[in-house]
């Protein structure tokens, strides 16, 4: 089942966006179906890559101090994970575009509904790239050369459920590398502690992509698509517990790594309030959650976006101290 090569007079919104969003409301008729394609009605995953891009500045910065660079560091992170979700969403539905037509609720994507043709994504997908491109050159040569080798793990996730009951793992790895780029774009290179917070993202990945794969859950074993929500099924509570544990742990390791033994007393413990209250949102979210209710689930897969930026707030204002 092809996607039609064609747009329609009328293109309408996304089943699963937000009623009041702003692209339905706001913009252009003839900008929609391309806003929608990059997802800029339903912004969460905007937040979701750019949180550990916050992550990685703030925790960089809370071992050194900010600097006036920074600014335009995270000015720069707030752009690109605009753009670049945008281009990976755009990249997603061009492979994915047979089986969202075959989703009740994807179908109503601008691929699958024929807002918009497979040659005009491909061509919105290039110029969003180009201006994320632009933005990354800015960066030292460390920063560039991770945000290029970024490039093959946002390739490879689309065809991820195809192969490996895991593609949260994959998502895991594209969604949580601003952390390593941000790091390294404050500090000149990513280190031991940088990494230990990209796992911890990648394990908070886990955790909330195998609630939001909750609500596909059954057509994706009509089409055969694999997800970690279909592989754990009535144990998927005991993972997400596993997962909550595991992000937990590895942000705290990564602020001890980071600021011991030069950062003072204070610094030190305003920055493990992050993990601290992060984990706590988590376990909210556990208690809430019902996996077997597709409006639970995307309800709680949203409040990521406030459990990511309290961990944020509380490593930006380590830097402060």
Same mark, same amino acid.
């Given at each position: ?47 979701? !890559?750019?949180?550990?891009?916050? %992550? +990685?500045?703030? @925790? *960089?910065? =809370?071992?050194?101090?900010? &600097? #006036? ?101 994959? !998502?895991?790895?594209?969604?949580? %590398? +601003?952390?390593? @780029? *941000?790091? =390294?774009?404050?500090?000149? &290179? #990513? ?131």
């Amino acid at each position: 089942m092809a996607a039609p090569d064609r747009t329609p007079d009328q293109p309408g919104p996304v089943a699963d966006a937000p009623p009041d969003n702003w692209v339905d409301r706001f913009a252009p008729e003839f900008a929609r179906p391309y806003l929608r394609l990059s997802r800029a009605d339903r912004p969460i995953g905007t937040w979701l !890559l750019l949180i550990p891009c916050l %992550w +990685g500045l703030a @925790l *960089a910065a =809370a071992g050194t101090g900010w &600097r #006036p660079w920074d600014l335009w560091i995270a000015g720069g992170c707030v752009i690109g994970a605009a753009l670049m979700r945008g281009a990976g969403c755009t990249w997603n539905d061009i492979t994915d575009r047979e089986f969202d037509a075959a989703v009740a609720r994807t179908r109503s994507r601008p691929l699958p509904s024929g807002q918009v043709t497979v040659r005009q994504a491909w061509v919105w997908m290039a110029a969003q790239m180009l201006v994320a491109a632009l933005i990354l050159f800015t960066y030292n040569r460390t920063t560039v050369l991770l945000g290029i080798l970024s490039l093959g793990l946002v390739a490879i996730y689309p065809f991820a459920k195809r192969f490996t009951w895991w593609p949260q793992v994959f !998502l895991g790895l594209a969604f949580n %590398w +601003g952390a390593l @780029l *941000a790091y =390294a774009a404050h500090a000149g &290179r #990513p280190g031991l502690a940088a990494l230990l917070l990209y796992l911890a993202g990648i394990a908070w990945t886990l955790f909330y992509d195998t609630i939001y794969a909750h609500q596909d859950r059954e057509d994706d074993v009509l089409i055969g698509v694999k997800s970690t929500a279909r592989l754990f099924g009535a144990a998927t509570g005991r993972w997400l517990a596993i997962f909550l544990v595991l992000s937990v742990l590895l942000m705290a390791a990564a602020v001890l790594v980071a600021l011991l033994p030069g950062a003072g007393p204070l610094r030190v413990a305003i920055a493990m309030a992050a993990p601290w209250a992060f984990g706590w949102h988590l376990l909210w979210q556990l208690r809430k959650v019902d996996v077997d209710d597709p409006e639970s689930c995307l309800r709680i897969f949203r409040s990521n976006r406030d459990a990511g930026l309290i961990a944020a707030l509380f490593l930006a204002a380590a830097a402060s101290a």
